[in-house]
C-alpha cells in the first residue's frame, strides 16, 4: 500500500512513521510547491495522503480510503472536496508540549524573564542593579482561566493548578467538571472568565463559531494588568481590537503564538499581522512553534502510523473526523 506524505510540515516525520508502522507501505514525499502533475502522479495509486491541507485544487485520487492530517486542526480541509469513500482523521500528542509551554510563558512574564536575562549582558554585575530590581511576580496565587477544555485546554489546566494558581474553566459543551479545574462557568458567562483571571489561556478550536470570538468586548473585560495568551488559531481573537488593547495598555499584555497571516510555499515569508505586534513592549512572540517538540512528532507520527496500520488491517481507524461518503 502507498502513503503520499504532502508539504514540508509533513515529510518531517516520515523517519518516525516509518520506525513505528507495523504494516508495509510505500511512502512518497511531496514538498510543498510540487506541481499540479507531481501531484497527480503521486495520488493516482495513493491508498492514503497525510496532509495538512485538502481542497479543490486537488487531483483525483481513485484508491484513496484515508486522509490523515497530521495535526489537530482541520481548518485548511474542505470537506466538500473530499472524494467519496474517503474517512479522515486527525492527530494529536502536541497537547502536552503546548500545556508546557503555556506555563512557561506564564512564568515568564510573571518572573520578568526576557527583561531579567538582560541585566548580565556586560557581563558585570552592580550592587545597584541588585537594589533597584523591582519585585517580580510568581504564578502561584494567579487566576489563569482557560478558554475551552479540549485536549491543550486540560493539559495547560493540569499544569497551572499544579504550581499553585487557581484555574477557571469555559467549555462550549457543558462539563461537571475537568481535572485542573477549580471553578467552571458557562459558555453565556465567559465575560467572567475575562473579568476573574489574570491570564486568559485561548485553546479553542478555529470554527465558524469561534472565528473572532474574543473581541472588544470580552477584551474590555479584562483586567489592566490581564494578559492572554492564544496557543489556538490566530483568527480566533479579532486583530484590530487586540492591538488597540495593548497599544493603549488597556490590558496588561499578550503572548502570541498563533497569528492571522503566515507564509506560503510561494512566498516564503510574510508578516504575521497586519499591525506591528512586534514593536509593542507587552508581548511576547512565538511563531507557531509552541507545540514542536521531539516528543510531539515522535507520538503524533506513532498515530500516524497506527492508522495506516489499521487501514492495512481493515480495521476501525483511530480520531475520525468525518467518516467516509457514499
Not at 485544487?57 to 482541520?74: E, F, S, Y
Not at 502536541?94 to 515568564?108: D, F, L, N, Q, R
Not at 483571571?197 to 485561548?202: A, N, R, Y
Request: glycine share 10%.
Amino acid at each position: 500500500m502507498k502513503v503520499v506524505l504532502i508539504g514540508t510540515l509533513v515529510t518531517g516525520y516520515v523517519d518516525d512513521i516509518a520506525a513505528q508502522a507495523k504494516t508495509p507501505w510505500t511512502i512518497a514525499m511531496l514538498p510543498d510547491g510540487a506541481s499540479k502533475e507531481e501531484i497527480a502522479a503521486a495520488l493516482a495509486d495513493a491508498d492514503a495522503v497525510s496532509t495538512v491541507g485538502w481542497n479543490a485544487r486537488m487531483p483525483p485520487a481513485p484508491k484513496l480510503k484515508l486522509i490523515q492530517v497530521a495535526g489537530a486542526g482541520t481548518d485548511a480541509i474542505d470537506f466538500d472536496t473530499i472524494p467519496r469513500g474517503v474517512t479522515v482523521c486527525n492527530a494529536f500528542g502536541h497537547e502536552g508540549a503546548i500545556g508546557e509551554y503555556a506555563v512557561m510563558a506564564m512564568m515568564a512574564w510573571c518572573h520578568e524573564f526576557p527583561k531579567l536575562s538582560r541585566v548580565l549582558d556586560k557581563g558585570v554585575m552592580r550592587q545597584v542593579d541588585r537594589a533597584n530590581l523591582v519585585h517580580h511576580d510568581e504564578i502561584a496565587g494567579k487566576t489563569v482561566g482557560v478558554l475551552s477544555l479540549g485536549r491543550i485546554g486540560k493539559a495547560v489546566a493540569e499544569r497551572a493548578q499544579a504550581l499553585g494558581a487557581r484555574v477557571l474553566g469555559c467549555n462550549r459543551s457543558p462539563l461537571k467538571g475537568a481535572r485542573g479545574v477549580d471553578t467552571m462557568i458557562a459558555w453565556e458567562d465567559i465575560g467572567r472568565l475575562f473579568a476573574e483571571s489574570d491570564f486568559v489561556v485561548v485553546t479553542t478550536a478555529l470554527s465558524a463559531e469561534t472565528k473572532g470570538l474574543v473581541g472588544a468586548t470580552l477584551l474590555r473585560r479584562m483586567k489592566p494588568t490581564g494578559v492572554i495568551v492564544n496557543v489556538a488559531r490566530g483568527a480566533v481573537i479579532e486583530e484590530d481590537p487586540l492591538y488597540a488593547a495593548l497599544a493603549e495598555k488597556k490590558i496588561g499584555g499578550a503572548i502570541l503564538d498563533v497569528w492571522w497571516n503566515y507564509p506560503s510555499a510561494a512566498t516564503q515569508e510574510a508578516p504575521p499581522s497586519k499591525h506591528p505586534f512586534h514593536t509593542l513592549p507587552n508581548v511576547i512572540l512565538t511563531p507557531h512553534s509552541s507545540g514542536w517538540t521531539t516528543g510531539m512528532r515522535r507520538r503524533r507520527a506513532g498515530q500516524i502510523a497506527a492508522n495506516l496500520d489499521h487501514l492495512a488491517r481493515g480495521e476501525t481507524l483511530d480520531n475520525i473526523v468525518r467518516p467516509p461518503t457514499s
